[in-house]
């Protein structure tokens, strides 16, 4: 029910003169993202999406250097096959590195914390036992005792 709600204010929205230009903006931007993924392959579509689109620039968003990388290296093509799409008003394309972004929403985060074996407990012990003050020491004894509370106390 609630997203029935949502739709409504939002075709309200869309409807409002004052925020036309806002949803008509958005619009493009979502075609321009569709296009992105036929263009390129899903593997470098998946970490990617379309930032801003300003004077001909439009902005890709990508999850890691790597895919970045990659994109900079197909530049021109994947310019010109925007260009096939219909989007001539795309001049210029600029890759945007934003790691954080696609790390906190992939898809294969897990929530439970991992496990350290018991020999590797005892190991990490030894270590920061060894260990002058320091903050090294600090964080090792602190997710050890984290590591050693029941998950009742959790």
Known sequence: MAIHKINFF????KDAPEHQE???????????????ME?????????????????GKLTILVGNGAVAAKL?????????????????EVTAIQITVQANYYTCNADNLSCEKP???QSGTENLSKFAANLPPSPLKTAVKSMLNNRTKSPKES
């Open 115 to 117: 496990e350290i074996s």
């Open 10 to 13: 939002l075709s309200a929205l």
């Open 72 to 88: 900079k290296q197909i530049l021109p093509s994947l310019l010109s096959k925007f260009h096939k799409m219909g989007y001539v």
């Open 39 to 55: 263009i390129v392959t899903p593997q470098l579509a998946k970490p990617c999406s379309l930032g801003k689109f300003t004077d």
């Open 22 to 36: 806002l949803f008509t903006y958005v619009d493009r931007i979502s075609e321009m993202q569709r296009a992105f």
